[in-house]
Nanobody, 127 residues
């Protein structure tokens, strides 16, 4: 059974930093794609970032590029999202997602393509 365990959310002031972690288990292969999404009440789930398992290529939502960094520790089966220079508009519930389906990276921001989800972790940025 695939499980994703997200952690690291919290309350931080604008300009501060947080690091989210997503621990994965139950995958039959190592080449699964992992991504981060966020959701604000009343809005669609938004793709924030993902990282390719094969070559480590990183993809970012335009509004977080340069502030957020996704990384992967294959030995620990954990993906991290380092979030710096946080803004109030980054406030959301953040979810990690993963898939073994090939080709998802091409349209990684489409949440309906991802078939494994962790529980959300709340990130609140105060102004």
């Amino acid at each position: 059974e695939v499980q994703l365990q997200a952690s690291g959310g919290g309350l931080v002031q604008a300009g501060g930093s947080l690091r989210l972690s997503c621990a994965a288990s139950g995958f039959t292969r190592d080449d699964y794609l992992v991504g981060w999404f966020r959701r604000v009440p009343g809005k669609e789930r938004e793709g924030v970032s993902c990282i390719s398992p094969s070559d480590g290529t990183r993809y970012y939502l335009d509004s977080v590029r340069g502030r957020f960094t996704i990384s992967r520790d294959n030995a620990k089966n954990t993906v991290y999202l380092q979030m710096n220079s946080l803004k109030p508009e980054d406030t959301a519930v953040y979810f990690c997602a993963a898939t073994e389906t090939s080709g998802v990276y091409r349209t990684w921001w489409e949440h309906i393509l991802w078939d494994n989800w962790g529980q959300g972790t709340q990130v609140t940025v105060s102004s």
